[in-house]
């Protein structure tokens, strides 16, 4: 069993910067890829960006690609993600997944954290 705890949002001025951790229970997080997605008012929850389970591998939403970088440490049971350049657009709570299944498709994923609120101000 992978607990997921989000930390890290908050509400920040556009082209500014935020860091997203996602901290994780539980022995076997680091055989599963993990990721982010988010869920903006009124919209589908949409895949951010996602890591395999060494970190030799990611892939990005196409909207956030060279904004936005996946990262984690095994060590400590965390996967990360960088922000920059921050648009209103990005505004949403995001949320941390991890699973035993590909990288293209956490949606499938079996552990889910409870999410941490984004706001980019304009």
């Known amino acids: 069993q992978v607990h997921l705890v989000e930390s890290g949002g908050g509400l920040v001025q556009a082209g500014g910067s935020l860091r997203l951790s996602c901290a994780a229970s539980?022995?076997?997080?680091?055989?599963?890829?993990a990721g982010w997605f988010r869920q903006a008012p009124g919209k589908e929850r949409e895949f951010v960006a996602s890591i395999s389970w060494s970190g030799g591998s990611t892939y990005y939403l196409d909207s956030v690609k060279g904004r936005f970088t996946i990262s984690r440490d095994n060590a400590k049971n965390t996967v990360y993600l960088q922000m920059n350049s921050l648009k209103p657009e990005d505004t949403a709570v995001y949320y941390c997944?991890?699973?035993?299944?590909?990288?293209?498709?956490?949606?499938?994923?079996?552990?889910w954290g409870q999410g941490t609120q984004v706001t980019v101000s304009s």
């Open positions: 997944a991890a699973g035993a299944v590909p990288l293209t498709d956490l949606s499938r994923g079996d552990y």
């Open positions: 539980g022995r076997t997080f680091s055989r599963y890829a």
